[in-house]
Each structure stands twice: as C-alpha cells, then as structure tokens.
C-alpha cells in the first residue's frame, strides 16, 4: 500500500499541471492584418509544499493490521502560482521584436538596442565595400 502523503503530492502536483500549461507561459499568438503576430510572453513561478505525519501512541507507533498500518496519517499540501507579463513578441515579414511589458532600465535598453545597431554597423561595412567594388 503507497503511504498517505504520495497520494496527496500526486493530487496537488496533478492540479498544478491542469493550472498551469505552455500557454501560460508563451500565450495564444495574435494575427494582425499587416501580416504582424504578436506573442504574449510570461513569467511563472510556481511554489509547493506538503508535509505530514503519522501519530503514535505514548509507547511508540500504534499497532495496527493492514491496510490500516500505515494509519493514522495527517497531512496537508499547498501550492502558489505567480503570472507575471515580461513582453511580447512581435513577430513580422522582415524583423523580430520584443516589446517588454515593463520600463526598462538604460542597460536594459542598451542589450535591447545591440541587434540593430550590430546589424546597423555591419550594413554600413557591406555597403561601403559593395560601393569600392562598383568604383
């Protein structure tokens, strides 16, 4: 006979899962009619506990026949769920971009700006030799 409390973990555990999906974290995509999806992006935290125990008697374990042996059991389990937005994705014909949910700080913004100003730098390169090749 399984004790107690891995039934009671698989109960909760079993919740949890029904609460929380890979829709949760990376939402239903959006189409807009410019050929655009949009993609809500969230961060999940989860927290669980269970706990329990058996009672005993003043001279030690009860005693008793099966399938009661492993009884009297008490226990409990719990669980918190935290949704947080982070952004959204938007996703076009010629860019990827991520639009966060909340202000930034200038470093933030910084690492955001790097991709386009790398891709900035690199055309001005390419373009500069692409004009020396025509010359």
Do not use: C
């Not at 891995?6 to 899962?17: A, D």
């Not at 655009?36 to 969230?42: A, N």
């Not at 409990?76 to 014909?93: D, E």
Request: charged share 20%.
């Amino acid at each position: 006979m399984e004790h107690p409390i891995g039934n009671m973990m698989k109960t909760t555990m079993e919740n949890i899962k029904e609460m929380v999906d890979v829709n949760t974290v990376v939402g239903e995509p959006i189409f807009s009619a410019n050929n655009m999806t949009i993609i809500p992006i969230s961060r999940v935290s989860v927290g669980f506990l269970a706990g329990g125990g058996d009672y005993q008697s003043e001279k030690g374990r009860m005693k008793l026949t099966p399938p009661e042996e492993l009884m009297p059991f008490a226990g409990g389990s719990g669980a918190g769920i935290s949704v947080q937005p982070v952004g959204f994705l938007v996703v076009g014909p010629d860019h990827v971009k991520m639009l966060p949910a909340q202000s930034l700080t200038v470093a933030d913004r910084i690492v955001e700006l790097l991709p386009q100003m790398l891709g900035d730098v690199k055309n001005m390169f390419t373009k500069g030799e692409q004009e020396e090749a025509l010359q």
